[in-house]
């Protein structure tokens, strides 16, 4: 069986936009697909493991309470994210198969998971920096780009939802267009694709 981690900084109940609902969507389809599955997430108050629909959620919250912005806020909170997939680890007897990081931010938990337990991680990503905001030039937003950069290099494969932003990832980062899977969220087989992208992982036929 495989056991896969999501890192997701929104799920159900905490919606903020489409993110939580598609993360949940994959969860559910990796449950039924017999695949082992946890979601960490954060929560501004409710925190621990609890079972919903067959997954295995791991919420967290911020130990700092006072940020001046973003960054600072996703930084503190990427330790809490690496405590709790690294007992999930550990409860599983140092058997964790994979991590999907969706998004940049839990991004730095995911890369030194990787260096520390050898767990390879997806990047499936949402948006880019570029886009979020016009000229990403400030040391604000390029901060934020060396963070999709290192998750970019790091990964075992991207997975983006559409052949433009395939397109906008090989040209803003130079990551090569084999490394990146394009699964449409509205496609009927994107969900097989997801969980072939993972297996090609698993079994080591990653693209460097």
């Known amino acids: 069986m495989m056991r896969v981690i999501i ?5 159900p109940p905490r919606i903020v936009g489409q993110l ?16 082992e599955t946890y979601v960490v997430t954060y929560h501004d108050h ?14 967290v919250t911020n130990p700092v309470r006072t940020h001046n912005g973003v960054l600072t ?13 690294a007992n999930i680890y550990h409860n599983l007897d140092r058997r964790v198969d994979l991590i ?5 931010h839990f991004i730095p938990a995911a890369v030194t998971l990787k260096e520390a337990l050898d767990i ?47 397109d906008e990832v090989n040209r803003i980062y130079g990551i090569p267009k084999a490394k990146i ?11 097989d694709e997801i969980l072939e992208t993972y297996s090609s992982v698993v079994g080591g036929r990653s693209i460097g």
């Open 7 to 11: 890192f997701s900084w929104e799920f």
């Open 20 to 35: 939580g609902e598609h993360v949940r969507e994959i969860a559910l389809n990796l449950v039924k697909n017999g695949v």
């Open 46 to 59: 409710l925190t621990g493991l609890s079972e919903e629909e067959g997954i295995s959620v791991y919420r």
């Open 73 to 85: 806020w996703v930084l503190t909170l990427n330790q809490e994210v690496e405590r709790a997939a």
């Open 100 to 104: 999907d990081v969706h998004d940049w």
């Open 120 to 166: 390879p991680f997806v990047y499936s990503v949402e948006s880019l920096e570029d886009h979020r905001s016009h000229g990403a030039e400030s040391p604000f937003n390029i901060a934020i780009k060396s963070i999709e950069q290192l998750g970019l290099y790091e990964t075992e494969r991207v997975v983006v939802k559409s052949g433009w932003m395939q």
């Open 181 to 191: 899977k394009v699964v449409p969220p509205e496609s009927e087989a994107g969900f």
